[in-house]
């Protein structure tokens, strides 16, 4: 069972991280969904210790689960809520600035915006 | 406050500080000023008004006085020439002053750091004063060169105090004194603080700075050149003195450097055709006499050194004011190719600079001639070769001062010229007196150097420096120099080009050319690199998590992982959870493959519903329950983001083919993530869960917070400090939201 | 009094958010709250280092059930520190003019946040004020709307994320080895944890904050944020958050994984110099102000890790008075790199002086220290080293100095306002003050040291 | 927008329930699965319900949806309050009234204890910010469309 999250945890993150490298600047947010979605999972694994559900009353002699780290990931995951929709936000807005949704032309913008700023100042010495 | 009350003000205000190191010198006897400054560091802030202080502060402040008086008239017609407001006179008497400060304190400190500060301190005076024509670009190289010159040579000072505070644990110079063992520590501290002097007293291979600062304005070149700066380089290493002479090699190696910069600065003095080049080479050759002097070692060196310093300043400081003088009256001429003649434009000059020219050159009568006395004597000391040597640097300067005083007023005139201000005469006069009243009645002058000799040497120097008509070593040399002095004079024809061709190989090969080379190649460097730099998204993740992975490999190699890692059973109640799990893997595979965005949103979402089961199997029915909610609200979201989005651009992404090469780096970089997510989790989930988990207080006190359900309590009790911090972030992410789409309206 | 200014600039944070920040009053309100907030932290920090660590446990249960809010010397000073520094970049974009109405609600959020990650003594409450921090971090980043801004925050975002992933794991994997969030119970029993398990945890907690410094090679972020946003928020991300970073090595690694930090000492060598040689290096030549700034920075958080793998007393001290130097440095620089004009060149030569090392400038504490530091662990190749990224930092700094204020301009600069000037110029009086009286910031640095040495025993 | 009647009845009969259900997860939180988190998205679903039944004009003008900012910070600020109060009477923060041990007040079957006020604000915070995102979302789809 250990090896088999750990597994999860590292598809998870292995796949968000794949696409935190594509150009598409929707699948990167998607990435970093995913990712925190690793994160969570792995969060909530390291309480493998699994029994009832820690609502009292609680029967005698069964395990509990581990209630501290479900109020993390839950924490977490609100966490990862809130910055997920606000980069979705920050997406339309570098769409609307750049017109594009590619990361290579926005990539080139940065760079042209560089070069036309360094020409401006002459070299000198 | 008016531009114009600048002058005086700076000029009384040299004045007084003049007077009170005087008085606190000859009447107070010294003194000592031991405060504590950071105690935490043992550093005291530790002044004292020993004989070598006084020296140096006498002159600091001297002919600081004498520098302001003639910028007083000096400077509003420099910056008239140049078409520049007045509004820039304070800024340089501020400089002035603040140079003359740390000048002083430099010389009076005895805490190392304290020392470093002020040592510093006149490094950023000097960079503002060469830098003062700032508008040129030839005054703005040559500030840069001298603060990166005198700059970062100053950390080896501050490396060399620190190496002596880690062994004696003090940083109080005189402790240091009593306390230091010869030895290579010894050695290597006081090689470090050598450089930082030798490189601010222009001596080679530092030299090629000082020529350069020449771009400053004249009365700045002189007071640099005498009593500020290139004087402190000296006095740091007779303030040093004691710490440096107990290593042999070091002082061997002070010898070594001081002839040299006596041979070029003296060899390239000959050859200059600008004056203030040539005043700058000479001011390389006798600070080179001085360095020497130090690397010849006992007392007549030591306090030879401390001597040859005020001869040299006050005649220093007289010809560089008179080169200012002189391009003034001719309308801004430098050359000594263009000028000559001016004995009848300018007499009054004429006399007053002879003077010092004569002092420089060591005539009788002069201050000069004790000064040639005792570094005769202290290479008489020594013996073997030196005393040819010390005499043949005498003549190389006896030439280059006749050069210089010749080439304005002797000969046939060259250029127009006009009378200068008395303000820019007097000072010249003024210091060619003293120059002469020390060639009169030397006891003063002696006297004060004995007692910055005594500081230097560490020990009783009884010195007398007087006229002897006899036919002494000393007085024979002086008679060979100036003989051979004219020698060299009258076969200028002969060995010019010579010198010449010495000169332009310094050019070609020289450490300034290295200075140059290395400034562009750093710079041309730095381009190179920059256009490796990174600058896009994609690329930047990738060098975060390749090295990351490499971590973590390193990591693993340095650990044992023997009995490290559980596969962990899969019991009968676990399997629902396998399986749960494993959709998520697929799920989350699958995010892969989608082209079209709204796709890709429901199998994000698909996700998020399966680890929410996910969660459900780990007995968290609450964070189940948030998951689902959380992802419902979150496709929402993004349906209405890809519905703000123009069908057009979504869709030129979703046909835009990955190339089959991207694909593979891509697909690399994230094996490596997920391999060390894999790691991380996998060697910590193999661990046991601990018994004295403080889950188990949460469990325990869950009813006694009145709660039946821990979660909740731990969420809006126990850490209820959480919860409010993470709907502090959901309400910042709104504030965000509302940012970027309604310019901050919220409604 | 540790709550007082956490809750203080907390709430005042939200009631912010109802307003219009451009208007006038508001920034005033937000200034005044912001330096009520400051003053409170002094107060604290006066009885921290008076009387030692202040603690309270939220809802008064036994430490580790409830969330620890411990004000210690470590915490404290870079609390002070952090909101002082949004306190002046917010001081210096009110007297210019705020554009965007959430400006100082967000400003006041990062503040609380960065407040209350500094006096946490619990791990993943440590992650929660950290990511109220980043948020209001990654908003304020897109503060101008200009293409360029919008692009750095995203770049910021994403990149910061990731880090933040990587912590939350570590965080995740700390409660997991030793069942507890309090930090002092973490360093008390982490040492009885698997080592090989231990180490990976450090590892991704050391590159999450590797990330938020900007050390090579996790720095490509560094240079188009911190170029392309507004000198104020350049000043709050360099000056405030990236101290995060630092703390969180202090924190994290110095503290609560002593062994592993020890450990991975030639990693952080190498990491450090390569990010000094590499930044000083990319500095030299760039053009424009903020791009050398930017570059610069990653070089200076290379003493910062040089420093922490010295460890011990000295080594730790050393961190934490370079970080405070550097923090201060980059907010003047990046504050005066907006304005124009000769009192703010004189602030920016202050600056200069500083990252070169050159007294009386504070600067030159740093190198005392790190030298310090270095000869304490007698490593000549240290001190060589950081000599050579000394010697390239006079450099740039003055190439990029000479460039922009000395040589004559073509272009005309608007006259910035003169508050605006006279704020620069105050805060490079404050570098030039601690560098004559080095006292404090050195004692501060020393106590710092202590708590991080002493944070793990009881 | 074109919905048919069906959808919008079914829509505005929907919200009752879920704010129902909602208050009911808020107030039994304590004592079973669910917070004022849960509640807040179940009652926000419920007036997205709206959204898309209605369309974006007709749903702003409804109260909550006007005063959505309100309450989100509002929200947040109560949360902070009941926090931040026990430090006026000297207590640690985040004291919970009635304390360990202490007798609680039943009105029915709801515990008046101070951590249900801190759900409420919590409640508030999540209900405003989904609500007032999504309408952010909808004014800003609206202002492209005309």
Redesign the interface.
């Known amino acids: 069972m250990i090896l088999v999250s750990a597994l999860t945890i590292a598809v998870l993150f292995g796949v968000g991280s794949y696409l935190l490298l594509q150009r598409d600047l929707i699948r990167v947010v998607v990435g970093i969904i995913l990712v925190s979605n690793a994160a969570n999972l792995f969060l909530i694994s390291a309480g493998l210790s699994r029994g009832q559900a820690p609502i009292y009353p609680l029967e005698e002699g069964v395990e509990v689960s581990d209630p501290l780290v479900q109020a993390m990931t839950l924490t977490a995951i609100v966490i990862a809520f809130g910055i997920s929709a606000l980069l979705m936000s920050l997406v339309y807005r570098v769409y609307t600035s750049h017109l594009s949704l590619n990361l290579e032309d926005i990539s080139e913008a940065e760079v042209r915006e560089e070069e036309s700023i360094e020409s401006r100042e002459v070299a000198e010495d | 406050m008016r531009p114009r009350l600048a002058a005086p003000v700076g000029a009384v205000f040299a004045a007084l500080a003049f007077a009170a190191t005087l008085w606190g010198w000859l009447l107070a006897g010294g003194g000592t000023v031991d405060l504590p400054w950071a105690p935490s560091w043992d550093l005291r802030f530790t002044l004292a008004l020993d004989g070598l202080a006084a020296l140096y502060s006498l002159l600091a402040t001297g002919i600081g006085f004498a520098v302001t008086v003639y910028a007083s008239r000096y400077l509003p017609l420099h910056l008239e020439h140049q078409g520049r407001s007045e509004a820039d006179i304070p800024r340089f008497h501020f400089f002035i002053l603040m140079f003359m400060g740390s000048m002083v304190g430099l010389v009076m400190a005895q805490d190392l750091i304290l020392i470093f500060v002020f040592w510093d301190l006149t490094a950023i005076a000097s960079y503002y004063l060469i830098g003062y024509d700032a508008h040129e670009r030839d005054s703005r190289r040559s500030a840069l060169m001298a603060l990166l010159v005198t700059g970062i040579t100053a950390v080896c000072l501050l490396i060399g105090a620190l190496m002596l505070y880690a062994a004696y644990g003090t940083f109080s110079l005189p402790a240091l004194i009593e306390a230091s063992e010869p030895g290579a520590l010894l050695a290597a501290a006081g090689a470090l603080i050598a450089v930082a002097g030798l490189a601010k007293s222009a001596q080679v291979p530092f030299q090629f700075w000082l020529p350069r600062a020449m771009a400053a304005p004249t009365p700045v070149s002189a007071y640099l050149h005498s009593a500020a700066m290139v004087a402190a380089g000296v006095f740091l290493l007779g303030r040093f003195y004691p710490l440096i002479q107990k290593t042999d090699w070091l002082l061997d190696a002070l010898l070594v450097v001081g002839l040299g910069s006596m041979a070029v600065g003296g060899i390239l003095a000959l050859t200059r055709n600008v004056l203030k080049q040539l005043l700058a080479y000479s001011t390389i050759s006798q600070y080179g006499y001085v360095v020497f002097m130090f690397g010849l070692g006992g007392e007549y060196g030591a306090v030879g050194a401390s001597f040859y310093v005020i001869a040299h300043a006050l005649a220093k400081a007289a010809l560089f004011l008179t080169a200012g003088a002189v391009t003034e009256a001719t309308h801004g001429e430098t050359r000594l190719s263009h000028l000559g003649g001016l004995r009848r434009e300018l007499p009054f000059l004429m006399v007053a600079s002879g003077f010092s020219a004569a002092g420089l050159a060591a005539l009788p009568l002069t201050i000069g001639f004790f000064k040639d006395e005792l570094f005769f004597e202290a290479a008489l000391e020594r013996g073997g070769v030196f005393p040819a040597l010390a005499v043949a640097g005498a003549v190389l300067t006896f030439a280059y001062t006749w050069r210089f005083w010749s080439g304005i007023f002797l000969g046939e005139r060259r250029s127009e010229a006009h009378g200068v201000p008395a303000a820019m005469t007097v000072p010249v006069a003024a210091l060619g007196a003293l120059v002469i009243a020390g060639g009169l009645y030397v006891a003063p002058f002696a006297r004060l150097a004995q007692a910055a000799g005594e500081v230097t040497f560490n020990a009783p120097t009884p010195i007398d420096p007087a006229y002897h008509l006899d036919a002494r070593a000393e007085n024979l040399m002086a008679l060979a120099t100036y003989a051979l002095g004219v020698l060299v004079i009258l076969s200028r024809s002969f060995w010019i080009g010579a010198a010449e061709a010495f000169a332009r190989l310094g050019e070609l090969a020289g450490p300034e050319r290295l200075y140059f080379a290395s400034l562009k190649g750093l710079n041309a460097f730095s381009d190179r690199i920059h256009d490796l730099e990174v600058r896009d998204l994609r690329t930047r993740v990738a060098t975060i998590l390749g090295p990351t992975g490499v971590l973590v490999g390193a990591g693993l190699l340095f650990t044992p992982t023997r009995g490290a890692y559980e596969v962990g059973a899969i019991g009968p109640l676990d399997w629902p959870l396998f399986l749960a799990l494993i959709l998520v893997a697929v799920a989350a595979i699958a995010t892969v493959f989608p082209r079209r965005h709204l796709t890709l949103a429901l199998v994000l979402s698909s996700v998020g519903y399966i680890l929410a089961v996910v969660f459900a199997f780990f007995g968290g029915p609450d964070v189940a329950m948030v998951q689902v909610l959380v992802e419902t609200i979150m496709a929402l979201l993004f349906i209405g983001i890809l519905v703000l989005l123009p069908r057009k651009v979504l869709e030129r992404e979703a046909s835009n083919p990955i190339p089959r090469r991207r694909k593979v780096r891509d697909a690399g970089v994230a094996l490596i993530a997920g391999f060390f997510a894999f790691a991380v989790s996998w060697s910590t989930l193999s661990q046991p869960a601990l018994e004295e988990s403080v889950a188990q207080e949460h469990i325990r006190l869950a009813p006694e917070a009145h709660a039946k359900d821990v979660v909740t309590a731990i969420l809006a009790d126990f850490r209820g400090l959480d919860t409010l911090g993470e709907i502090t972030v959901v309400g910042i992410a709104l504030l965000g939201i509302a940012t970027l789409l309604s310019r901050g309206r919220l409604w | 009094m540790i ?2 200014t956490l ?1 203080l600039t ?2 005042l944070a ?2 912010l ?2 307003l ?2 451009r208007k006038h009053p508001v920034g005033g309100i937000a200034l005044g709250g912001l330096a009520a907030g400051f003053a409170g932290l002094l107060v604290l920090g006066w009885e921290v280092f008076t009387n030692g660590p202040v603690t ?7 430490p ?4 620890t ?1 411990r004000a210690d010397a470590l915490g404290v000073t870079f609390a002070v520190l952090s909101v002082g520094v949004i306190l002046i970049a917010l001081a210096y974009e009110a007297v210019s003019g705020i554009e ?3 400006f100082p ?2 400003a006041m ?1 990062m503040a ?2 960065l407040t ?1 990650l500094f006096l946490t003594g619990d791990a ?2 440590f ?3 950290f ?2 921090a980043m ?2 971090a ?2 304020l980043t ?1 503060y101008g ?4 801004q ?2 750095a ?3 910021f ?3 910061n ?3 933040s ?2 912590f ?2 570590g ?3 700390l ?8 930090m002092r ?1 973490i360093a008390e029993r982490v040492a009885a ?5 231990a ?6 907690i ?2 999450a904050f590797s ?1 938020k410094l900007g050390l090579f ?2 720095h ?2 560094l ?2 944020v911190y ?1 392309g946003v507004r000198p104020s928020v350049a000043a709050m991300l360099s000056g405030a958050l990236a101290n995060i970073g630092s703390y969180g090595l202090l924190r994290f690694g110095g503290e609560l994984l002593p062994q592993e930090l020890e ?1 991975g000492a030639t ?1 952080l060598f190498v990491l450090g110099t390569t990010s000094i040689i ?1 930044g000083a ?8 102000m903020t791009e050398v700034l930017a570059y610069s920075a990653i070089g200076q958080v290379g003493y910062i890790l040089i420093a922490l793998g010295i460890g011990g007393p000295v080594g730790f001290a050393a961190a934490v008075v370079y970080a405070i130097i550097n923090s201060l440095n980059k907010l003047l620089l990046f504050l005066a790199a907006g304005l124009r004009g000769w009192m703010v060149g004189a602030a920016f030569a202050v600056g200069a ?1 500083s990252v ?5 400038a504070a600067g ?1 504490l740093g ?2 220290v790190l ?2 530091a270095s ?2 662990v007698e490593s000549v190749a240290l ?1 060589a080293l950081i ?1 050579i990224g ?3 930092s ?2 740039y700094s ?2 990029i100095y ?2 922009v204020f ?3 301009q ?2 005309a600069y608007k006259i910035s306002p003169s508050t605006a000037r006279l704020l620069v110029a105050g805060v490079a009086g404050l570098l030039l003050f601690a560098g004559a ?3 404090p910031l ?2 501060l640095g ?1 106590r710092a040291a202590a708590a991080v040495l002493l944070g793990g025993a009881p | 927008m074109k919905t048919s009647v069906m959808t919008r009845v079914v829509a505005r009969v929907l919200l009752v329930p879920a704010l129902v259900v909602a208050l009911a997860i808020l107030i039994k939180g304590y004592a079973d699965t669910g917070d004022g988190f849960n509640a807040g998205v179940i009652a926000a679903l419920g007036m997205l319900l709206q959204y898309v039944a209605f369309g974006y004009e007709e749903a702003e003008r409804m109260m909550p949806v006007r005063l959505v900012a309100v309450i989100a910070f509002g929200g947040l600020l109560l949360s902070l309050a009941v926090a931040l109060l026990p430090l006026f009477w000297g207590l640690a923060i985040f004291t919970h009234v009635p304390g360990p041990g202490e007798e609680v007040i039943h009105l029915g079957t709801v515990e008046l204890i101070t951590p249900v006020v801190f759900d409420i604000g919590v409640f508030m915070l999540v209900f405003g910010f989904a609500v007032g995102a999504i309408d952010l979302l909808a004014r800003a789809i609206h202002r492209r469309e005309t």
């Open positions: 709550v007082f809750g907390w709430t939200v009631l958010s109802l219009d920040g309270m446990v939220a809802g008064g249960w036994p580790g059930v409830g969330i809010l965007s109405r959430t609600a967000l959020f609380a946040g209350g993943f409450n992650y929660v004020f990511e109220i948020i209001a990654y908003a897109g709307e200009r293409a360029r919008l692009r925050a995203f770049i975002a994403v990149v994320l990731l880090g992933v990587l939350l794991i965080v995740g994997a409660y997991h080895l030793t069942g507890t969030l309090d119970m944890a698997q080592p090989n398990a180490l990976l945890t450090a590892v991704a050391f590159v990330l090679p996790f490509y972020w240079p188009a170029t450990m990693a590499y290096l990319q500095a030299v030549s760039r053009r424009t002086f070169a090392g050159v007294p009386p030159f190198k005392l030298f310090q000869l304490a001190v000599f000394g010697a390239l006079f450099v003055f190439q000479q460039r000395w040589k004559p073509a272009r009286w080095p006292e050195l004692a020393q």
